[in-house]
């Protein structure tokens, strides 16, 4: 039973340090929720493992996914892999606009912060679309990297902008 509250802490500060940096507009002492069917948690190792509809959710962030699986060898977050039907990220960017993410599998590397995604990648900014095999995200730059897709092509779709929010129209 200690060993299970040491590193449910351990995970807990680990996330922490990464969350706030995957969102705009973050707030570091906002508490973060993990939400799982099933949980197993190696410190020795340094992984923990969620499985069944897992989320987490810090402020406006929400990741889901089948399983989430935590690298944190030596209790420094490595990364984060989400698999399953579609892993998904929902946050907001420095604009304050909508950023969600899906694909097959989602890792998420602290450094950056980024996320790469493979399998039906797709990444939404506000209403611009992205898609292909494998997509890498920086959330913090708000850029991002596409290899081709299904179609054999990357497929971007961007949204007409309101004239009057770039100041055209008076």
């Given at each position: 039973m200690?060993?299970?509250?040491i590193?449910?802490?351990l995970?807990?500060?680990?996330?922490?340090?990464?969350?706030p940096?995957a969102?705009?507009?973050h707030?570091?002492?906002?508490?973060?929720?993990?939400?799982?069917?099933?949980?197993?948690?190696?410190?020795?190792?340094?992984v923990?493992?969620?499985q069944?509809?897992?989320?987490?959710?810090?402020?406006?962030t929400?990741?889901?996914?089948?399983?989430?699986?935590?690298h944190?060898p030596?209790r420094?977050?490595e990364?984060?892999v989400?698999e399953?039907r579609?892993?998904?990220?929902?946050?907001?960017?420095?604009?304050?606009?909508?950023?969600?993410a899906?694909?097959r599998r989602?890792e998420f590397f602290?450094?950056?912060p980024?996320?790469?995604?493979?399998?039906e990648?797709?990444?939404w900014?506000?209403?611009?679309?992205?898609?292909g095999?494998?997509i890498?995200?920086?959330?913090?730059?708000?850029?991002l990297?596409?290899?081709t897709?299904?179609t054999?092509r990357v497929?971007?779709i961007f949204?007409?902008r309101?004239?009057?929010?770039?100041?055209?129209?008076?």
């Amino acid at each position: 039973m200690f060993r299970t509250d040491i590193s449910k802490r351990l995970l807990l500060t680990l996330l922490l340090a990464w969350m706030p940096a995957a969102h705009g507009q973050h707030n570091p002492d906002l508490p973060i929720r993990i939400e799982a069917d099933r949980a197993n948690l190696d410190d020795q190792r340094g992984v923990s493992v969620y499985q069944g509809n897992v989320t987490i959710t810090q402020g406006d962030t929400v990741i889901t996914g089948d399983e989430v699986t935590v690298h944190a060898p030596d209790r420094q977050l490595e990364r984060m892999v989400s698999e399953g039907r579609l892993a998904t990220l929902t946050t907001r960017d420095e604009s304050n606009r909508e950023v969600r993410a899906e694909a097959r599998r989602m890792e998420f590397f602290p450094d950056g912060p980024r996320v790469a995604l493979t399998g039906e990648a797709r990444v939404w900014q506000g209403d611009d679309e992205f898609r292909g095999s494998r997509i890498v995200y920086n959330l913090e730059a708000a850029t991002l990297e596409a290899s081709t897709g299904d179609t054999g092509r990357v497929e971007a779709i961007f949204a007409p902008r309101d004239r009057s929010e770039d100041g055209d129209t008076p």
